[in-house]
């Protein structure tokens, strides 16, 4: 059984900062790419940035330059670094990591449970 938690989210105001994290715990043999992704009311959920195993990052156009993922394996974390807040960042942040539990499997996909980010003008 494998879990991702995440937190941080919360209520910024526009040019503020938050931090997100995302623990992954549970039978894990391997972490592949891990990313955030979010979905703001009416809109399918997107893809924010990802970084793979060997810290290799990309970023939507939207957040570049704000925004900065960065990953700690010892402790099978992603983190979303955001700054310079704007309102239309307001969503709900996923986390996304590609576990393998065992090392014969290939990697599945795994999301946490959503994180609230919510941006005043």
């Known amino acids: 059984q494998v879990q991702l938690v995440e937190s941080g989210g919360g209520l910024a105001q526009a040019g503020g900062s938050l931090r997100l994290s995302c623990a992954a715990s549970?039978?894990?043999?391997?972490?592949?790419?891990m990313g955030w992704y979010r979905q703001a009311p009416g809109n399918q959920r997107e893809v924010v940035a990802i970084?793979?195993?060997?810290?290799?990052?990309d970023y939507a156009d939207s957040v570049k330059g704000r925004f900065t993922i960065s990953r700690d394996n010892a402790k099978n974390t992603v983190y979303l670094q955001m700054s310079g807040l704007k309102p239309e960042d307001t969503a709900v942040y996923y986390c996304?990591?590609?576990?393998?539990?065992?090392?014969?499997?290939?990697?599945?996909?795994?999301w946490g449970q959503g994180t609230q980010v919510t941006v005043s003008s």
């Open positions: 549970g039978s894990i043999f391997s972490i592949g790419a």
């Open positions: 996304n990591a590609r576990i393998r539990t065992k090392w014969i499997e290939n990697y599945n996909n795994y």
């Open positions: 970084i793979t195993n060997a810290d290799s990052t």
